[in-house]
T-cell receptor, first 113, second 115 residues
Framework: DSGVTQTPKHLITATGQRVTLRCSPRSGDLSVYWYQQSLDQGLQFLIQYYNGEERAKGNILERFSAQQFPDLHSELNLSSLELGDSALYFC????????????FGEGSRLTVL | AQKVTQAQTEISVVEKEDVTLDCVYETRDTTYYLFWYKQPPSGELVFLIRRNSFDEQNEISGRYSWNFQKSTSSFNFTITASQVVDSAVYFCALDLDSSASKIIFGSGTRLSIRP
């Protein structure tokens, strides 16, 4: 158990809909990362927050957004969903910048029908 | 451009055999960080090791060992006396700024250990 909690574990929705994925980092970790894992794209970095502020952006679509709240939990919002958005979305946390060691949650599997 | 190549898509060995997972990386930066992560069937990725580009010492942790060779841009991972619990997908990754915000993952190697 990494200490990172993601909800929901599974989500099935229709194209055009909007979903919110939630992540609670390990206690004390200030940095939260979101990754997307799909069969064709592999593991892709989406976005990083550090202590409530966006720190880095990766291959995140404009239809996707995220935020980190004062209690350090984070949410990833996916809107206008397309079939190709079906993937496993991981949240990871680390205690600080520069450690490189990420603790991953079990992921949220999103299926868009 | 930065890239991580794990040429072995799938490997299957019998328990107690040694197995090496290959990882070749590309970067023009002189400072970088290399990682291995394990993704067991349960799904979450588990950190195994981090290496910076200035530290070419090989590392051994129990049955796991890592061979970092800058001359060949490789960071290979060997499991000695493999066990069924080692069955997982293993990812090699490259990070350029140490904050993990630019980690590039390889495509992974699915390792199956047969009893």
């Amino acid at each position: 158990d990494s200490g990172v909690t993601q909800t929901p574990k599974h989500l099935i929705t229709a194209t055009g809909q909007r979903v919110t994925l939630r992540c609670s980092p390990r206690s004390g970790d200030l940095s939260v990362y979101w990754y997307q894992q799909s069969l064709d794209q592999g593991l892709q970095f989406l976005i990083q927050y550090y202590n409530g502020e966006e720190r880095a952006k990766g291959n995140i679509l404009e239809r996707f957004s995220a935020q980190q709240f004062p209690d350090l939990h984070s949410e990833l919002n996916l809107s206008s969903l397309e079939l190709g958005d079906s993937a496993l979305y991981f949240c990871a946390s680390s205690v600080a910048l520069g450690t490189g060691e990420l603790f991953f949650g079990e992921g949220s599997r999103l299926t868009v029908l | 451009a930065q890239k991580v190549t794990q040429a072995q898509t799938e490997i299957s060995v019998v328990e107690k055999e040694d197995v090496t997972l290959d990882c070749v990386y590309e970067t023009r930066d002189t400072t970088y960080y290399l990682f291995w992560y394990k993704q067991p069937p349960s799904g979450e990725l588990v950190f195994l090791i981090r290496r910076n580009s200035f530290d070419e010492q090989n590392e051994i942790s129990g049955r796991y060992s890592w061979n970092f060779q800058k001359s060949t841009s490789s960071f290979n991972f060997t499991i000695t006396a493999s066990q069924v619990v080692d069955s997982a997908v293993y990812f090699c990754a490259l990070d350029l700024d140490s904050s993990a915000s630019k980690i590039i993952f390889g495509s992974g190697t699915r390792l199956s250990i047969r009893p």
